[in-house]
Each structure stands twice: as structure tokens, then as C-alpha cells.
């Protein structure tokens, strides 16, 4: 829409289906690679991605033209079906349901992208669960217990 301007920065974090550790190292950078192309096909600018085997965090400058939904429903179906495609993992890779979504103001955007290219020295020491509750709580987001897993190692 014309004369419509904003400026939002959204840090996604999602997980593979059953937090199973499945993204590899020999090939995490083209994953993120992949994804990126999604995001900034779609409009949105990419600030920072990374992860683990288990989850990947992302951090991007948010286009108000698309619905967040439907951009999670891209970057998680069109990754999933290129891992599958090039078959990365044994048997069918899926995301899991459902993802966190928290905004930052311009201010935090160093700190956000500093905090998501730091996710594997972190994760040596806090659990995804540990984590994803952090920032659950930290929002005032209420959630049931039951739906945040606990990591499942490879």
C-alpha cells in the first residue's frame, strides 16, 4: 500500500520435528544459505541466521506486505522439501509445529544478531528448552509445558 512505512525486526526460532538433531555441519551453511534466499525473496532482509542440530534461529528486517504465518510456512516447507530433495537425513526431515516469533527495536538489532550468530557456543552449556522457556517467559507469553520438548540428541 502506498505511503505505508515501518521498520520491524522479528527474531524467529523454530525446531526439527521432535527437536531430533538433524541438521548437520557439512551442510548447516547451505541451509542457511537456502533459507535467506527465502526470507529476501519474499521481501524481508535477513540479519542473522544460525543454530544448532536441532533449531535454527533467525533475525530479520520484516516486510509488513506478507503475513508472518505465511512466511513461516515458506522458509519451513520450501527447506524442508530442499533437505529432502537433496537428501541430507535419513527417512523424511519435517519441521516441527509452530515456531517463537519476538520483536526487537532498532536499538537491539547488534545485540539480537550478536545473541543469534552466538547459538552454538550457548547451547554448550543451555538446552533448547531452557532457552525457548527464557524467552517465553521473558515475553509474558503463556504456553503449555507440555509442548516445549525436551533436546533429543543424534
Not at 537456502?34 to 533467525?58: R, S
Not at 515456531?99 to 552466538?118: C, E, P, R, T
Request: hydrophobic share 35%; proline share 1%.
Amino acid at each position: 500500500m502506498a505511503n505505508t512505512y515501518s521498520q520491524i525486526y522479528l527474531h524467529f526460532i523454530f525446531a526439527v520435528q521432535n527437536r531430533l538433531s538433524l541438521i548437520g555441519e557439512s551442510w548447516e551453511e547451505d541451509l542457511y544459505r537456502y533459507i535467506t534466499g527465502i526470507v529476501e525473496n519474499n521481501g524481508h532482509k535477513m540479519l542473522a541466521i544460525n543454530g544448532t542440530a536441532n533449531h535454527i534461529h533467525v533475525f530479520i528486517g520484516y516486510n509488513s506486505s506478507q503475513a508472518i504465518p505465511d512466511l513461516m510456512k515458506d522458509v519451513k516447507r520450501s527447506s524442508s522439501l530442499w533437505i529432502n530433495k537433496k537428501k541430507y537425513v535419513r527417512g523424511q526431515f519435517n519441521w516441527q509445529e509452530g515456531y517463537g516469533v519476538f520483536s526487537y527495536s532498532h536499538s537491539h538489532i547488534d545485540n539480537v544478531a550478536k545473541y543469534v550468530l552466538g547459538r552454538k557456543a550457548h547451547h554448550k552449556e543451555y538446552s533448547f528448552r531452557d532457552e525457548y522457556e527464557k524467552f517465553l517467559n521473558l515475553y509474558n507469553v503463556k504456553y503449555d509445558p507440555k509442548y516445549i520438548m525436551t533436546d533429543i540428541q543424534r
